[in-house]
């Protein structure tokens, strides 16, 4: 969970330091480390011959984050909505489901091996960054 | 920041005071086992204090819930006690609020297992 720990230091570094207010700030972060969860445990199993990619890009206008696995991948459509009252009392399931829910944009892409995921966060010119 | 968790007994209610985060290698395993231990022992009445907690992930939800229903399996309960806004917060969007009994002060949570 190291590397997990280094994802989360360095996304509140870049979004804190690109002027985005800190209650926006706490759900990027939040879900920035919940896709690195994903990709350590969910793709790569904790195998630590296998790696995570991550990329980040943030300005006033736009967060952009990538993180890669090296795992099997995963079927999206086997992602139920943790929030119906069938799957609310799971142990598991909302990891995805808070990241949809802090990005505007999350986009999966089938690697060789491994599986990718895009979260962008779009802001307005008068919201979301400030200074 | 890990989590710590204090332990201590009122009007046969014992309170977990948790502090820090409540994250998949942090503190999910610790809130596990302390919940484990005490119904174990037969505890009937739990209150999980998160006044002192800023963080909690999809995999520190999902302790929480296990803690819910493994309690309600051995006829025990366990509800939550002082959530900060960040926790309140993720508890709504993830509709787990509906679940939990949920208090702002003590003596109104401890009076509710009565």
């Known amino acids: 969970m190291d590397s997990v720990a280094t994802v989360e230091e360095a996304a509140e570094k870049l979004i804190e330091g690109a002027g985005i207010d800190s209650d926006e700030a706490f759900k990027l972060v939040m879900g920035i480390r919940e896709a690195a969860v994903n990709a350590v445990l969910h793709g790569n199993g904790y195998d630590p011959a296998r790696q995570m990619t991550v990329t980040m890009e943030c300005s006033q206008e736009r967060v952009m984050v990538t993180v890669a696995d090296e795992g099997p991948g995963f079927d999206l459509g086997s992602l139920p909505d943790p929030r119906a009252e069938e799957n609310l009392m799971r142990g598991t399931g909302r990891g995805i489901f808070l990241i949809r829910s802090f990005f505007d944009e999350v986009n999966f892409r089938q690697l060789h091996p491994g599986t990718e995921i895009q979260l962008v966060k779009k802001f307005a010119a008068s919201t979301g960054a400030s200074g | ?114």
Request: glycine fraction near 8%.
């Open chain 2, 1 to 114: 920041m890990a989590l710590s968790i204090a332990t201590r007994e009122l009007d046969g209610v014992t309170i977990l005071d948790l502090s820090g985060r409540i994250t998949l290698g942090e503190g999910s395993v610790q809130l596990r086992d302390a919940i484990r231990e005490l119904i174990s022992k037969g505890v009937k009445n739990i209150l999980i204090g998160l006044g002192e907690v800023n963080y909690i992930d999809s995999s520190g939800l999902g302790e929480l819930v296990s803690a819910y229903t493994t309690a309600k399996n051995q006829q025990a309960n366990v509800k939550l006690l002082n959530l900060t806004k960040k926790v309140k917060d993720v508890l709504q969007l993830t509709k787990l609020y509906t679940v939990f009994d949920i208090y702002e002060d003590e003596a109104s949570a401890i009076a509710s297992f009565k």
